[in-house]
């Protein structure tokens, strides 16, 4: 005898008692037909299993039993171990995009989260719905026509607590991430790269949106009255002028909700960028930035962003002699001295024409480009003169009076001030045939 325990349903209790009532001969077949709903045939089958089996006939013989639907439990194992194994405390969804990519194993994220929570396996990031308390704002209508800009602090490298900052930017319209850049600090350098890689996948956009940094803005925001009426504007920073050279306007603001989207995608990438690099045993910025170019970003546009519509594109295509070296060029204006030189940055420029000293207009104003490659060089009458740094002396920025200046230029005219004091000429040692070159450089700005 079968001590089983069987729970019937309401529906299946009703059956039950209609054919007890059947069996009894209280009602008829075509009683237990119209009160159950079953046809006459069923009931006389019926009948017959419930005078054999009794209770246990009324429930179906498949309840409780696994059924070929659903997913093995081979499958299950192997999903719970190479989470257990390899990707621990990566978030639900992030897991499940790598089963597709690289397992070649495709279930819905409602089955991944279901079997580990059944499992005992909690989400690592849980967040609980708030209320907004102002509707988010509307996405632009055309690509390109704004994209949002940051950089994010953070340790992005497993073992290391050093924090980097990666430079990005995505597009608000499709929330395609066009550039992304990783460097120790926050400079204007990680911004021009940012842009160079943006110019490169999709061309010029109309507008950047960018937070209220020295780089971005000048730290004077208005003019007073007097000011004004002299007809004084604010100056430019350095990349701001570089933006409006390649036709490219910029807007800051102080709230970082108001560039909600890029603030939105630090989060994703400090949770899936960080643990793929972990995976890759990624742990220095020049590996950092080929993964992120070559694999990361393509992977996550494929996933998250909307296709851009020709017919809805704002980014302007570039010639093919587009010069990024040249043309993502910031530069800063500075005054010539002695027909020969510049000062800034705490040390002396010499100004050079193929490799020889060059010769300008004295107190003229030039402005001082400086490449992405790093080199700097001036434009003065549709015409480039490179520059070569004498870091040797340094200028005293504390002494700016007519004395220093004088002196600042006999520093650089006369070659005696140049030699130190281990000079053979000093110490009335013959020169070498190199200490003879070295000072004939300097001399004359070789």
């Given at each position: 005898?079968?001590?089983?325990?069987?729970?019937?349903?309401?529906?299946?209790?009703?059956?039950?008692?209609?054919?007890?009532?059947?069996?009894?001969?209280e009602i008829?077949?075509?009683?237990?037909?119209?009160?159950?709903?079953?046809?006459?045939?069923?009931?006389?089958?019926?009948?017959?299993?419930?005078?054999?089996?009794?209770?246990?006939?009324?429930?179906?013989?498949?309840?409780?039993?696994?059924?070929g639907?659903?997913?093995?439990?081979e499958?299950?194992?192997?999903?719970?171990?190479?989470?257990?194994?390899?990707?621990?405390?990566?978030?639900?969804?992030?897991?499940?995009?790598?089963?597709?990519?690289?397992?070649?194993?495709?279930?819905?994220?409602?089955?991944?989260?279901?079997?580990f929570?059944?499992?005992?396996?909690?989400?690592?990031?849980?967040?609980?719905?708030?209320?907004?308390?102002?509707?988010?704002?509307?996405r632009?209508?055309?690509?390109?026509?704004?994209?949002?800009?940051?950089?994010?602090?953070?340790?992005?490298?497993?073992?290391?607590?050093?924090?980097?900052?990666?430079?990005?930017?995505?597009?608000?319209?499709?929330?395609?991430?066009?550039?992304?850049?990783?460097?120790?600090?926050?400079?204007?350098?990680?911004?021009?790269?940012?842009?160079?890689?943006?110019?490169q996948?999709?061309?010029?956009?109309?507008?950047?949106?960018?937070?209220?940094?020295?780089?971005?803005?000048?730290?004077?925001?208005?003019?007073?009255?007097?000011?004004?009426?002299?007809?004084?504007?604010i100056?430019?920073?350095?990349?701001?002028?570089?933006?409006?050279?390649?036709?490219?306007?910029?807007?800051?603001?102080?709230?970082?909700?108001?560039?909600?989207?890029?603030?939105?995608?630090?989060?994703?990438?400090?949770?899936?960028?960080?643990?793929?690099?972990?995976?890759?045993?990624?742990?220095?910025?020049?590996?950092?930035?080929?993964?992120?170019?070559?694999?990361?970003?393509?992977?996550?546009?494929?996933?998250?962003?909307?296709?851009?519509?020709?017919?809805?594109?704002?980014?302007?295509?570039?010639?093919?002699?587009?010069?990024?070296?040249?043309?993502?060029?910031?530069?800063?204006?500075?005054?010539?001295?002695?027909?020969?030189?510049?000062?800034?940055?705490?040390?002396?420029?010499?100004?050079?024409?193929?490799?020889?000293?060059?010769?300008?207009?004295?107190?003229?104003?030039?402005?001082?480009?400086?490449?992405?490659?790093?080199?700097?060089?001036?434009?003065?009458?549709?015409?480039?003169?490179?520059?070569?740094?004498?870091?040797?002396?340094?200028?005293?920025?504390?002494?700016?009076?007519?004395?220093?200046?004088?002196?600042?230029?006999?520093?650089?005219?006369?070659?005696?001030?140049l030699r130190?004091?281990?000079?053979?000429?000093?110490?009335?040692?013959?020169?070498?045939?190199?200490?003879?070159?070295?000072?004939?450089?300097?001399?004359?700005?070789?």
């Amino acid at each position: 005898m079968n001590n089983e325990r069987i729970t019937l349903t309401m529906k299946e209790q009703k059956i039950n008692d209609v054919l007890v009532k059947l069996i009894a001969k209280e009602i008829n077949i075509s009683d237990a037909s119209r009160l159950t709903g079953l046809s006459e045939r069923q009931i006389y089958r019926k009948k017959k299993s419930y005078k054999e089996l009794g209770i246990q006939s009324i429930p179906h013989k498949n309840k409780n039993k696994p059924t070929g639907r659903g997913y093995t439990k081979e499958l299950k194992d192997t999903i719970l171990n190479l989470y257990n194994q390899e990707y621990s405390g990566w978030n639900f969804y992030h897991f499940n995009d790598t089963l597709q990519d690289f397992h070649n194993i495709n279930v819905s994220d409602t089955f991944i989260y279901n079997l580990f929570t059944s499992n005992g396996i909690s989400s690592p990031h849980k967040y609980k719905s708030r209320k907004k308390a102002h509707p988010p704002r509307q996405r632009r209508e055309y690509a390109g026509e704004l994209i949002q800009v940051d950089a994010s602090k953070h340790k992005w490298f497993y073992g290391d607590d050093t924090y980097y900052y990666l430079h990005g930017g995505i597009d608000d319209s499709t929330g395609t991430v066009t550039s992304c850049f990783f460097a120790r600090q926050e400079t204007i350098y990680g911004y021009q790269m940012i842009m160079k890689q943006t110019l490169q996948n999709f061309g010029i956009p109309e507008c950047l949106y960018t937070d209220y940094r020295t780089v971005f803005k000048s730290t004077k925001r208005s003019l007073t009255l007097d000011e004004e009426l002299q007809g004084k504007q604010i100056k430019n920073t350095r990349f701001a002028n570089m933006l409006e050279h390649i036709g490219t306007g910029i807007i800051s603001t102080i709230n970082p909700r108001a560039k909600g989207r890029i603030e939105r995608l630090w989060r994703t990438f400090q949770d899936r960028l960080y643990n793929e690099l972990k995976k890759k045993n990624i742990n220095n910025i020049e590996e950092a930035n080929h993964y992120l170019n070559d694999i990361f970003i393509p992977k996550y546009n494929a996933r998250f962003a909307l296709p851009i519509d020709d017919t809805k594109n704002h980014f302007i295509c570039l010639d093919r002699d587009f010069d990024y070296n040249k043309e993502l060029a910031i530069w800063s204006e500075h005054k010539v001295f002695n027909n020969s030189y510049l000062q800034y940055d705490n040390s002396y420029h010499i100004i050079l024409e193929n490799y020889k000293k060059a010769y300008l207009p004295t107190s003229k104003c030039v402005k001082v480009y400086t490449f992405l490659d790093g080199s700097e060089h001036i434009l003065f009458n549709d015409k480039w003169y490179d520059l070569l740094s004498v870091k040797d002396f340094k200028l005293n920025v504390n002494n700016k009076n007519k004395t220093s200046q004088k002196i600042s230029t006999n520093v650089i005219n006369s070659s005696k001030a140049l030699r130190p004091s281990n000079s053979p000429w000093k110490k009335g040692l013959p020169p070498t045939t190199s200490n003879k070159c070295m000072y004939y450089s300097l001399e004359h700005g070789c």
